[in-house]
């Protein structure tokens, strides 16, 4: 099915219709992310079961990566569930989505063999629900092992996850935010990126025909030992996995006839930087389309740099030397489409703002940007986060007087998004020279850094510390334990009255709409009542200057109302947003969003200027155990630091946003600057859709606190 993801309350109005089919046929899931060290080994390999409850519930659907589907037992004990490996493994993490029918007692057990078991973790107290228990233990086999039940059903899982590591294969994906490119593609809507950039939400999906091919370059020769492929419905029959040193000439590692989809771990041998799945007979009569194409490398991957490289004295370790200098390019843009975007935007840190060649001079070929770094310097390291206007041929170089210049590095390949460049050089302006363009448009850089040692250095602002989660110092919260009938506290809230964005259809008055319940709660109430020239009225606030944060975790406890056409959601905007800079540059953090349309299922997602709008990046869930999200309160929170974002509910996982996959297969990450917090209840729109004789009026979202934590 097409939708448009959550566009919270201000949009770009040109990418709507543009992306209005965005993440078609997106993948519902639920989400646990293990440890950086442990990834999730056990997800599309073999399972078995002591029983089945029918042909609906069969083991395999408890490692499918479904949270919609499950495996249950018959109604007795013990019953068991395990998973094959397919090789051994060094196991540190289960765990266990239970359906209703829980086990309250139960062991974890490991085996080389799958008939010796040894145990790892027992209970005698189960509570069902979603259970995350470290363990420490070896073995090809995983099983759960119930002993006794909880309901009179038998038992149920709707996920058994294993985390750890297997054999001497790296755990990480090498392929993570690498460029990638395809045969065909199906439309702009599925392109090859997608595969790669860790987002089980987006896909690549071909043309419907046969052979077709996805190929990932990994930046340099590796042992490839390892391959996942996550298909969509239209999967492969007949494929083979190739790995090459020069993307021209292919060597197998890897061969099937008898491709059945779903997720497929390979285990392989062979070395290349590039890395393809060649697809030459489909299971369908659709093409070929990967959710997700991993490599993993007996080096585990290659070697990222810091996101916050060190920033000691010039002379000694490396630091950044680009932030604040001079800079002069071969023309610049400072228009309505792209205001200000002149040469020193891209030296800022501000990833929000960036240079642009001229519209009306600048889009031909070259075109080029330099920095002055204010003396000699040794240059180790350029990273240029391109606009998608990037370079697919350029050279970055070096010169003592901007005269004279020295190449340092060199492609015909460029893939845009994020490109870090390991380089040697010596000299005190950095230039990128850009000679053949990836599209009609010029060039553009929302950051070019140059890192190194030397030169004239100035440091840039101190970022905020990094919290340690579970975050438990409270810094910041409205418990909403006010008289019944009293109002939002002035010191904390400003009331936000007016009309909302997205065609909503409510005026939000000037704190009519909101009253403390008078046992905890804050309510929010939408009425079908004139006001502002509108037929119905509701409430929004926000802490906007009055309380913003940067980094930490955020969380409420919220009820949300049924009905179609109502639209609750707890989010943050960007604090420079309320002193001039415009949506999105400012950055959007949608914490929750849930449509009273269906009540089963929410939304997390991220707005900036590279990817809004439908095209923000984020995910749809269901709630753990396949609640109704309007029958209790549930706990919405975002863990958030300098490396990302780990949204959760009611404590599971159920999205995250790495910043350095973000920047390699989407955009900038704006986000490491204060925001505010913003709750309201709307009326109508392009996201909920309309409000009809069924809606029931007034409808209540209940907020029982929001909290925030750091160290």
């Given at each position: 099915?097409?939708?448009?993801?959550?566009?919270?309350?201000?949009?770009?109005?040109?990418?709507?219709?543009?992306?209005?089919?965005?993440?078609?046929?997106?993948?519902?899931?639920?989400?646990?992310?293990?440890?950086?060290?442990?990834?999730?080994?056990?997800?599309?390999?073999t399972?078995?079961?002591?029983?089945?409850?029918?042909?609906?519930?069969?083991?395999?659907?408890?490692?499918?990566?479904?949270?919609?589907?499950?495996?249950?037992?018959?109604?007795?004990?013990?019953?068991?569930?395990?998973?094959?490996?397919?090789?051994?493994?060094?196991?540190?993490r289960?765990?266990?989505?239970?359906?209703?029918?829980?086990?309250?007692?139960?062991?974890?057990?490991?085996?080389?063999?799958?008939?010796?078991?040894?145990?790892?973790?027992?209970?005698?107290?189960?509570?069902?629900?979603?259970?995350?228990?470290?363990?420490?233990?070896?073995?090809?086999?995983?099983?759960?092992?119930?002993?006794?039940k909880?309901?009179?059903?038998?038992?149920?899982?709707?996920?058994?996850?294993?985390?750890?590591?297997?054999?001497?294969?790296?755990?990480?994906?090498?392929?993570?935010?690498?460029?990638?490119?395809?045969?065909?593609?199906?439309s702009?809507?599925?392109?090859?990126?997608?595969?790669?950039?860790?987002?089980?939400?987006?896909?690549?999906?071909?043309?419907?025909?046969?052979?077709?091919?996805?190929?990932?370059?990994?930046?340099?020769?590796?042992?490839?030992?390892?391959?996942?492929?996550?298909w969509?419905?239209?999967?492969?029959?007949?494929f083979?996995?190739?790995?090459?040193?020069?993307?021209?000439?292919?060597?197998?590692?890897?061969?099937?006839?008898?491709?059945?989809?779903?997720?497929?771990?390979?285990?392989?041998s062979?070395?290349?930087?590039?890395?393809?799945?060649?697809?030459?007979?489909?299971?369908?009569?659709?093409?070929?389309?990967?959710?997700?194409?991993?490599?993993?490398?007996?080096?585990?991957?290659?070697?990222?740099?810091?996101t916050?490289?060190?920033?000691?004295?010039?002379?000694?370790?490396?630091?950044?030397?680009?932030?604040?200098?001079?800079?002069?390019?071969?023309?610049?843009?400072?228009?309505g489409?792209?205001?200000?975007?002149?040469?020193?935007?891209?030296?800022?840190?501000?990833?929000?703002?960036?240079?642009?060649?001229?519209?009306?001079?600048?889009?031909?070929?070259?075109?080029?940007?330099?920095?002055?770094?204010?003396?000699?310097?040794g240059?180790?390291?350029?990273?240029?986060?391109?606009?998608?206007?990037?370079?697919?041929?350029?050279?970055?170089?070096?010169?003592?007087?901007?005269?004279?210049?020295?190449?340092?590095?060199?492609?015909?390949?460029?893939?845009?998004?994020?490109?870090?460049?390991?380089?040697?050089?010596?000299?005190?302006?950095?230039?990128m020279?850009?000679?053949?363009?990836?599209?009609?448009?010029?060039?553009?850089?929302?950051?070019f850094?140059?890192?190194?040692?030397?030169?004239?250095?100035?440091?840039?602002?101190?970022?905020p510390?990094?919290?340690?989660?579970?975050?438990?110092?409270?810094?910041?919260?409205?418990?909403?334990?006010?008289?019944?009938?009293?109002?939002?506290?002035?010191?904390k809230?400003?009331?936000?009255?007016?009309?909302?964005?997205?065609?909503?259809?409510?005026?939000?008055?000037?704190?009519?709409?909101?009253?403390?319940?008078?046992?905890?709660?804050?309510?929010?109430?939408?009425?079908?009542?004139?006001?502002?020239?509108?037929?119905?009225?509701?409430?929004?606030?926000?802490?906007?200057?009055?309380?913003?944060?940067?980094?930490?975790?955020?969380?409420?406890?919220?009820?949300?109302?049924?009905?179609?056409?109502?639209?609750?959601?707890?989010?943050?905007?960007?604090?420079?947003?309320?002193?001039?800079?415009?949506?999105?540059?400012?950055?959007?953090?949608?914490?929750?969003?849930?449509?009273?349309?269906?009540?089963?299922?929410?939304?997390?997602?991220?707005?900036?200027?590279?990817?809004?709008?439908?095209?923000?990046?984020?995910?749809?869930?269901?709630?753990?155990?396949?609640?109704?999200?309007?029958?209790?309160?549930?706990v919405?929170?975002?863990?958030?630091?300098?490396?990302?974002?780990?949204?959760?509910?009611?404590?599971?996982?159920?999205?995250?946003?790495?910043?350095?996959?973000?920047?390699a297969?989407r955009?900038?990450?704006?986000?490491?600057?204060?925001?505010?917090?913003?709750?309201?209840?709307?009326?109508?729109?392009?996201?909920?859709?309309?409000?009809?004789?069924?809606?029931p009026?007034?409808?209540r979202?209940?907020?029982?606190y929001?909290?925030?934590?750091?160290?």
């Amino acid at each position: 099915m097409s939708r448009v993801l959550p566009g919270r309350r201000w949009r770009l109005a040109t990418v709507v219709g543009a992306v209005i089919a965005l993440l078609a046929g997106l993948l519902v899931v639920t989400t646990v992310t293990a440890a950086a060290a442990d990834p999730l080994i056990s997800q599309g390999r073999t399972a078995t079961a002591s029983s089945t409850e029918n042909a609906g519930t069969p083991a395999s659907a408890a490692v499918d990566g479904n949270a919609g589907t499950r495996w249950s037992s018959t109604f007795s004990v013990p019953q068991w569930l395990q998973v094959d490996l397919g090789e051994s493994a060094t196991i540190s993490r289960v765990v266990l989505t239970w359906e209703a029918a829980y086990a309250t007692a139960f062991t974890v057990q490991t085996s080389a063999s799958g008939t010796t078991w040894t145990t790892v973790h027992t209970t005698t107290n189960g509570t069902g629900g979603v259970q995350d228990l470290t363990v420490s233990g070896s073995g090809r086999y995983v099983r759960v092992n119930a002993t006794a039940k909880a309901t009179g059903y038998g038992v149920s899982l709707w996920e058994f996850q294993v985390y750890g590591s297997t054999g001497s294969c790296g755990t990480a994906n090498a392929a993570l935010g690498r460029p990638a490119t395809a045969s065909s593609v199906q439309s702009t809507v599925f392109p090859a990126s997608s595969a790669v950039d860790g987002n089980a939400g987006t896909r690549w999906s071909s043309a419907a025909a046969d052979p077709q091919w996805l190929q990932v370059d990994l930046g340099s020769a590796q042992s490839i030992c390892g391959v996942t492929l996550q298909w969509e419905a239209a999967f492969g029959r007949s494929f083979q996995v190739q790995v090459s040193t020069d993307a021209a000439t292919w060597t197998s590692v890897y061969s099937t006839t008898t491709g059945a989809g779903g997720t497929q771990l390979l285990t392989v041998s062979g070395t290349g930087r590039y890395v393809r799945v060649y697809g030459t007979a489909r299971g369908t009569a659709y093409g070929y389309s990967l959710w997700e194409f991993q490599v993993r490398t007996g080096s585990g991957g290659p070697t990222n740099p810091p996101t916050d490289p060190p920033t000691n004295p010039p002379g000694g370790d490396v630091r950044l030397l680009s932030y604040n200098k001079p800079a002069v390019a071969s023309t610049s843009q400072n228009d309505g489409a792209c205001w200000e975007c002149t040469p020193a935007r891209a030296f800022d840190n501000d990833p929000a703002s960036r240079w642009a060649t001229a519209a009306n001079t600048g889009w031909v070929d070259p075109g080029w940007i330099y920095v002055d770094l204010g003396a000699t310097a040794g240059i180790t390291q350029v990273v240029l986060q391109w606009d998608p206007a990037f370079a697919r041929a350029y050279q970055i170089q070096v010169s003592p007087n901007a005269t004279t210049w020295t190449s340092i590095y060199s492609t015909t390949t460029g893939a845009g998004f994020k490109e870090t460049l390991n380089v040697t050089g010596t000299g005190r302006y950095v230039r990128m020279y850009g000679t053949a363009r990836s599209s009609t448009y010029g060039y553009s850089l929302w950051e070019f850094k140059v890192y190194g040692t030397g030169g004239n250095p100035t440091t840039p602002p101190a970022m905020p510390a990094d919290p340690v989660f579970p975050a438990n110092r409270l810094v910041w919260s409205d418990e909403f334990n006010g008289a019944a009938g009293s109002k939002p506290d002035p010191a904390k809230w400003t009331i936000d009255p007016g009309t909302g964005q997205n065609n909503e259809i409510q005026y939000y008055t000037n704190n009519n709409n909101a009253n403390m319940d008078g046992a905890g709660s804050l309510v929010i109430e939408a009425r079908r009542e004139t006001a502002g020239g509108r037929d119905y009225t509701s409430h929004r606030m926000n802490t906007g200057n009055k309380f913003h944060v940067q980094y930490g975790r955020i969380e409420a406890r919220v009820k949300v109302p049924k009905g179609n056409g109502l639209w609750p959601a707890f989010w943050m905007m960007g604090a420079d947003f309320l002193t001039g800079r415009p949506w999105p540059y400012n950055g959007e953090i949608d914490i929750m969003e849930v449509l009273g349309r269906n009540t089963l299922e929410g939304y997390s997602t991220l707005h900036a200027p590279a990817y809004n709008g439908g095209a923000g990046y984020g995910l749809k869930y269901t709630a753990p155990g396949g609640a109704d999200l309007a029958n209790d309160f549930h706990v919405w929170a975002v863990e958030w630091d300098s490396k990302g974002m780990t949204f959760k509910l009611d404590g599971t996982t159920v999205f995250v946003a790495s910043k350095a996959t973000v920047e390699a297969t989407r955009g900038p990450w704006v986000y490491d600057h204060p925001f505010y917090v913003i709750l309201n209840l709307a009326v109508g729109g392009d996201f909920p859709g309309p409000v009809d004789g069924t809606t029931p009026f007034p409808s209540r979202m209940l907020v029982d606190y929001v909290r925030v934590y750091q160290n």
